[in-house]
């Protein structure tokens, strides 16, 4: 059997070129990421103000055919408090 020898260099060269690239990469999703939320929370009109109502929506019936489950409307509690919640399971 011929073992082939390679030197100590050649296997250090190709990880480090690897892990700079990588690095790279990383650094430049994460600028990039950065500068977007930064221009998201800087724009002006983003969301209602304080004062200003909020949107309407509709949000669709949850069983089809019930009258206790009809779609549902933000403008139908206009004066009241309303809480939203949104989750999920998984």
Known sequence: MKRSISSPQAKSSQPRKRDWVH??????V???VGVNVVYILGRDGFGPKAGERAPDFTLPALVDGSESWADTSLSQFRGKVVVLNFFSTS
């Open 23 to 28: 690095w790279a990469l990383i650094g430049a």
């Open 30 to 32: 994460v600028f990039l």
